[in-house]
C-alpha cells in the first residue's frame, strides 16, 4: 500500500522555522511529483509548494516565496519543506501528496493521487 507520511509539525513563535518531512513507504518516491498543500479552518486547501521527481522544477505560492524551500532526497526516500520567518497566517494542517507524473510541478489537488494524513502547524506567540 503506497503511503505517505508527514511530520516536523509543531508550535513555533512568529520568526521561527520548522522543517517538515514527507516519507514514503511502499514505495520510492524517485518519478514522483511532490507537492506541499495546506489548510486551515474554514479555508480551501492551499497549494504551498511543489518540486518535479528530478528536483529541476520548483514552484510556490506567493505566498510563501522566499521564506519556504522545497527539495527532495530521493536516497532516503524523503521530501522537506523548509519554512523560515513562520507567520501566524502560516498556521494550518500541512500535508504532501505525489503524483505519478514525475515530470511536473504543480499546485492544484487535482494533481496528485496520494495523500499523507497531514501534519499541524501552529505559529503563535
Known amino acids: 500500500q503506497l503511503q505517505l507520511v508527514e511530520s516536523g509539525g509543531g508550535l513555533v513563535q512568529p520568526g521561527g522555522s520548522l522543517r517538515l518531512s514527507c516519507v514514503a513507504s511502499g514505495f520510492t518516491l524517485d518519478y514522483y511529483a511532490i507537492g506541499w498543500f495546506r489548510q486551515s479552518p474554514g479555508k480551501e486547501r492551499e497549494g504551498v509548494s511543489c518540486i518535479s521527481s528530478s528536483g529541476g522544477r520548483t514552484d510556490y505560492a506567493d505566498s510563501v516565496k522566499g521564506r519556504f524551500t522545497i527539495s527532495r532526497d530521493n536516497a532516503k526516500i524523503a521530501v522537506y519543506l523548509q519554512m523560515n520567518s513562520l507567520q501566524p497566517e502560516d498556521t494550518a494542517v500541512y500535508y504532501c501528496?505525489?503524483?505519478?507524473?514525475?515530470?511536473?510541478?504543480?499546485?492544484?489537488?487535482?494533481?496528485?493521487?496520494?495523500w499523507g494524513q497531514g501534519t499541524q502547524v501552529t505559529v503563535s506567540s
Open positions: 501528496a505525489a503524483s505519478r507524473i514525475g515530470n511536473m510541478c504543480a499546485r492544484r489537488n487535482s494533481a496528485y493521487e496520494y
